[in-house]
């Protein structure tokens, strides 16, 4: 018996028969995917620009909303 055919599958193989098999499987997991994928993104773009924007921003202002004292 060879080693080709005593293994039952790959990777692909088995990622194959959970995600791809059925349509309606198929379609969930790349909605959810880009759903958790463009989270992640934002996530990490918004962190990116908060930390190259430290005192430009709008919370960085001490003295907001507070009237000049005479």
Do not use: C
């Amino acid at each position: 018996m060879s080693a080709s055919s005593r293994r039952s599958g790959g990777l692909l193989e088995g990622l194959y028969k959970v995600f791809m098999r059925r349509t309606s499987v198929y379609a969930t997991f790349v909605i959810v995917g880009a759903l958790l994928g463009e989270r992640a993104v934002d996530y990490g773009v918004h962190k990116l620009w908060e930390k190259n924007n430290v005192g430009k921003r709008y919370e960085d202002i001490p003295v907001l909303g507070q009237r000049p004292s005479e």
